[in-house]
């Protein structure tokens, strides 16, 4: 459960308020093989954030960016080798953590072209991190 920090056991509220993103794309070299960090390969990952967005009005300053979600996601993807996707799901979703009005988060890291010997449609990893008072 969701609850809002600061707030006794009888006014927690889960927030049900909901910022989506998916499908980000972008291309990272990640995977515990030496040609997928060598050549890379395509990403995509989708976040879920929950906030209490009935403040939010019309001020961009009251809400979490988008904008800038994605371009953590993406610098992510991009950034420092990793061996598995959990842990660039982990890393995006710390990142996500950080912005003060995110209560809750999952992410979900797509791996299209894992290196498989079987036909697949997705490899994917889906982690959740929430705020516990």
Not at 15 to 21: E, F, G, K, T
Not at 82 to 101: K, N, Q, S
Request: net charge negative; with cysteine; aromatic share 4%.
């Amino acid at each position: 459960m969701c609850a809002r920090v600061g707030a006794s056991p009888s006014t927690r509220r889960v927030p049900i308020d909901r910022i989506n993103l998916t499908g980000l794309r972008a291309t990272g070299h990640h995977g515990v093989f030496e040609h997928e960090r060598r050549n890379g390969q395509p990403f995509v990952v989708d976040v879920e954030l929950s906030l209490e967005l009935d403040t939010a009005s019309d001020d961009l300053s009251r809400t979490v960016s988008y904008a800038d979600i994605a371009r953590e996601v993406e610098a992510v993807i991009t950034g420092e080798p990793r061996d598995l996707i959990e842990t660039v799901a982990g890393d995006i979703a710390a990142r996500c953590m950080a912005h003060g009005r995110v209560e809750h988060v999952s992410v979900t890291v797509h791996k299209p072209q894992a290196p498989l010997t079987q036909d697949f449609s997705d490899v994917s990893v889906t982690i959740s991190r929430s705020r516990h008072v």
